[in-house]
C-alpha cells in the first residue's frame, strides 16, 4: 500500500482524478460550533453527483469511514506538530492510503 497526499487549497476548491474519477473537495472552512475544520466532497456517478457536505477534519480517524466513497479512506494530518489538532488552515495534510494496483492520484 502506498500513501498519497490529496491536493487541498484553503482559499479554493480542488479537483483531482483518483482512478479515473474526478473528484472535489471544496475550500477548507471552520465551523465556529463545532471549533473545528471542515470541507465538503463530492463526485459523479453516471450523471449524478454525490456530495458528503461538512466532513470534520479530525486527526487520528479515517473521516470517510461511516461513507460509502470513491476514495477508501481519509487521513487528516497537522504538518506543524503531529500530536495537535489542526489550529490553522495552513497546517492540514490530507491524505488517503491505496494499494499499489489503483492509480496514483493526479492534481488536475
Known amino acids: 500500500?502506498?500513501?498519497y497526499r490529496i491536493p487541498i487549497s484553503p482559499s479554493r476548491g480542488t479537483?483531482?482524478?483518483f482512478n479515473g474519477l474526478q473528484i472535489f473537495f471544496s475550500a477548507l472552512r471552520i465551523n465556529p460550533y463545532?471549533?473545528?475544520w471542515?470541507?465538503?466532497m463530492s463526485w459523479l456517478e453516471g450523471?449524478?453527483?454525490?456530495?458528503?457536505?461538512?466532513l470534520v477534519?479530525?486527526?487520528?480517524?479515517d473521516v470517510l469511514a461511516q461513507y460509502d466513497t470513491p476514495l477508501p479512506n481519509l487521513l487528516?494530518?497537522?504538518?506543524i506538530d503531529l500530536k495537535e489538532d489542526i489550529s490553522s488552515?495552513?497546517?492540514?495534510?490530507?491524505?488517503?492510503?491505496?494499494v499499489d494496483t489503483e492509480v496514483p492520484i493526479k492534481e488536475l
Do not use: P, R, W
Not at 450523471?47 to 461538512?54: A, P, R
Not at 487528516?76 to 504538518?79: G, Q, R, W, Y
Not at 488552515?89 to 491505496?98: H, K
Open 1 to 3: 500500500m502506498s500513501l
Open 15 to 17: 479537483y483531482f482524478d
Open 34 to 36: 463545532l471549533g473545528g
Open 38 to 40: 471542515i470541507l465538503d
Open 47 to 54: 450523471d449524478t453527483e454525490i456530495q458528503l457536505n461538512g
Open 57 to 61: 477534519l479530525t486527526m487520528g480517524v
Open 76 to 79: 487528516v494530518l497537522n504538518k
Open 89 to 98: 488552515m495552513e497546517d492540514v495534510l490530507l491524505f488517503t492510503e491505496v
